[in-house]
Nanobody, 123 residues
Framework: QVQLVESGGGLVQAGGSLRLSCAASGRTFSTYRMGWFRQAPGKEREFVASIVPSINWSGGRTYYGDSVKGRFTISRDNAKNTVYLQMSSLKPEDTAVYYC????????????WGQGTQVTVSS
């Protein structure tokens, strides 16, 4: 099990940027697939991005939801037990609560979740 704490959310104007961070507890962070999801009011939770574990120090292959491709970048720092989501060219439709999640190696089963951080993009 992994405990996750997100930070970095806030209010930003359309076209701006934000970087979210997710700090994880535990010594096995590097073995987890890490993901970012978001949920806007009245909408279902949406996949944003994920990064697989890797034997390399800097992290592994990345995947993105269609709505954020080319604008968001997920990365991880295994030495800091942290995963990041760099968001650029933000749009009002990116407004949501963003959640960090962890899935055990070899699975896509995100069992551990953070409490979420609010991102609001004004037009």
């Amino acid at each position: 099990q992994v405990q996750l704490v997100e930070s970095g959310g806030g209010l930003v104007q359309a076209g701006g940027s934000l970087r979210l961070s997710c700090a994880a507890s535990g010594r096995t962070f590097s073995t987890y697939r890490m993901g970012w999801f978001r949920q806007a009011p009245g909408k279902e939770r949406e996949f944003v991005a994920s990064i697989v574990p890797s034997i390399n120090w800097s992290g592994g292959r990345t995947y993105y939801g269609d709505s954020v491709k080319g604008r968001f970048t997920i990365s991880r720092d295994n030495a800091k037990n942290t995963v990041y989501l760099q968001m650029s060219s933000l749009k009002p439709e990116d407004t949501a609560v963003y959640y960090c999640a962890a899935a055990p190696r070899g699975t896509n089963k995100f069992d551990d979740w953070g409490q979420g951080t609010q991102v609001t993009v004004s037009s």
